[in-house]
């Protein structure tokens, strides 16, 4: 088989009980050569307003000897920014949250920020909020664009959102927003609740596909890998099939793993080295 492209990642989603810079040192320790910023307010603050000096993130950056490749900002109910804001005040404000956190990446040298189609309320049509979504996502990509910074899209799972919980609604939202650099962030929990597949992404997007959250899953997703039932040969080998090149980013979730969250790193880790000897890789 031919030789891999991509690279596992480390989150800090998980060490939010942590100092980030204990992040950075157990990523190291753990054999991780890559980490995705999760912008937790305890590790960096960032609002709409401005952020925390980046000096900070480039310096652990070069004392541990690792890439921050990507960012993944808060942007769920019931944080206050939100590609689908409704309301002028609140589109405003996400909007410049989200400029402000691309600046960031430009500064840290990252390869991307990870969005997501952000959310609605219940008691309105989706395709109200899926509007606002792709007018959102259209005025970012463009200030991306000028910038030089990728932003790619995930797709959230029911619970968190009725926009885009699949490839198909994924699919439909990119559309809408119709900017060719658009990315697409393949999240394995997300695309697991959908009952879908790696290839389905694949065949949905292609070259898109520019990011993933490699998670494995079971009666809940976004777990550590072996504490889920999914099969990580069939994701790597779809991988290599398809040609990505991007990170394999562990957004690894759930209060089990908030006191010992350099462990479930080490697992994934452990995993990912296992299944890659074993398909050859």
Excluded at 134 to 154: H, K, N, Q
Excluded at 158 to 184: F, H, M, W, Y
Excluded at 186 to 191: E, F, H, K, S, V
Aim: include cysteine.
């Amino acid at each position: 088989m031919a030789d891999s492209s991509f690279a596992p990642a480390a989150m800090n989603c998980s060490h939010r009980y942590y100092p980030l810079e204990e992040f950075f040192s157990s990523a190291r320790a753990n054999g991780y050569e890559a980490v995705e910023l999760w912008l937790g307010p305890m590790h960096f603050f960032v609002d709409h307003r401005g952020t925390e000096d980046p000096q900070t993130l480039l310096g652990l950056a070069e004392k541990y000897g690792l890439r921050i490749v990507g960012i993944c900002p808060e942007q769920n109910n019931p944080k206050p920014s939100n590609v689908a804001a409704r309301g002028r005040g609140a589109q405003d404000r996400s909007f410049a949250y989200f400029k402000n956190v691309i600046d960031l990446g430009v500064t840290l040298g990252c390869v991307e920020v990870s969005l997501t189609p952000g959310w609605g309320f219940l008691s309105e049509p989706r395709e109200a909020a899926l509007e606002r979504s792709a007018i959102m996502l259209r005025r970012l990509c463009d200030y991306s664009d000028a910038v030089g910074m990728r932003l790619a899209v995930e797709a959230l799972q029911p619970e968190e959102s009725c926009v885009a919980n699949s490839a198909r609604q994924l699919k439909e939202l990119i559309d809408a927003v119709d900017r060719p650099t658009l990315g697409v962030n393949l999240d394995t929990g997300a695309m697991w609740r959908a009952g879908e597949t790696a290839q389905d992404y694949f065949d949905a997007f292609g070259p898109r596909v520019i990011h993933c959250h490699f998670v494995d899953a079971g009666i809940v997703s976004h777990v550590a890998w072996g504490d889920g039932l999914r099969e990580m040969a069939r994701d790597l080998r779809s991988l290599v099939r398809n040609k990505y090149s991007g990170y394999l980013s562990m957004e690894v979730l759930g209060e089990r793993y908030l006191a010992s969250p350099a462990a479930a790193d080490a697992q994934c880790m452990h995993a990912y080295r296992q299944c890659m000897e074993e398909i050859g890789l």
